[in-house]
T-cell receptor, first 115, second 118 residues
């Protein structure tokens, strides 16, 4: 069975500082990992994914995420936060062992960037 | 690329009304579309997986007669909330995945539909 955890309900960071949004996962096979961002009253926007290859994945809007197999983590990072990064962030996972198409979303982490 | 259009963005209607929500992939073909429901300050709850030309697969606890899904073409899936009641009020979001690249490709989401039943 696959699962994903985002241990923080919210993260507050001052503008210009680096940010990290945490995500850990559990799968039976290999993980396919995704990060999405949601702005108020909008759908989710895809940021980046890890399927295979380099552990450091670069995505949209200057975000990146590091896949750590030993810690089963896929934390989202950005070197310098912007106020416009304030939003709800979702980590998602799909288990390569699953035959269905479903991906599982974490509960979300609300990111507040303080001016 | 990979734009998903969801319509309408907001619906307010009386209890007992049936409401249809459309989800279109504008610049790609999608064999699989997903319908989610999101409660305030909560994550997305998958309601059903819709495959073009076949019956939708509903998640446990989701009433298939209540939430009718039709995926008639590679670019359009519809969700009809039949005889809606106030407890059906929620934010409904669709997503689509393209034909190419396999099951590890990201889903692309519509902007959601805010349904309010009075």
């Amino acid at each position: 069975a696959q699962s994903v955890a985002q241990p923080e309900d919210q993260v507050k960071v001052a503008e210009g500082n680096p940010l990290t949004v945490k995500c850990t996962y559990s799968v039976s096979g290999n993980p396919y990992l995704f990060w999405y961002v949601q702005y108020p009253n909008r759908g989710l926007q895809f940021l980046l994914k890890y399927i295979t290859g380099d552990n450091l994945v670069k995505g949209s809007y200057g975000f990146e995420a590091e896949f750590n197999k030993s810690q089963t983590s896929f934390h989202l990072k950005k070197p310098s936060a912007l106020v416009s990064d304030s939003a709800l962030y979702f980590c998602a996972v799909r288990d390569s062992m699953n035959r269905d198409d479903k991906i599982i979303f974490g509960k979300g982490t609300r990111l507040h960037i303080l001016p | 690329g990979a734009v998903v259009s969801q319509h309408p963005s907001r619906v307010i209607c009386k209890s007992g009304t049936s409401v249809k929500i459309e989800c279109r992939s504008l610049d790609f073909q999608a064999t699989t579309m997903f319908w989610y429901r999101q409660f305030p300050k909560q994550s997305l709850m998958l309601m059903a997986t819709s495959n073009e030309g076949s019956k939708a697969t509903y998640e446990q606890g989701v009433e298939k007669d209540k939430f009718l899904i039709n995926h008639a073409s590679l670019t359009l899936s519809t969700l009809t909330v039949t005889s809606a009641h106030p407890e059906d009020s929620s934010f409904y979001i669709c997503s689509a995945r393209g034909l190419t690249g396999g099951n590890n490709q990201p889903q692309h989401f519509g902007d959601g539909t805010r349904l309010s039943i009075l």
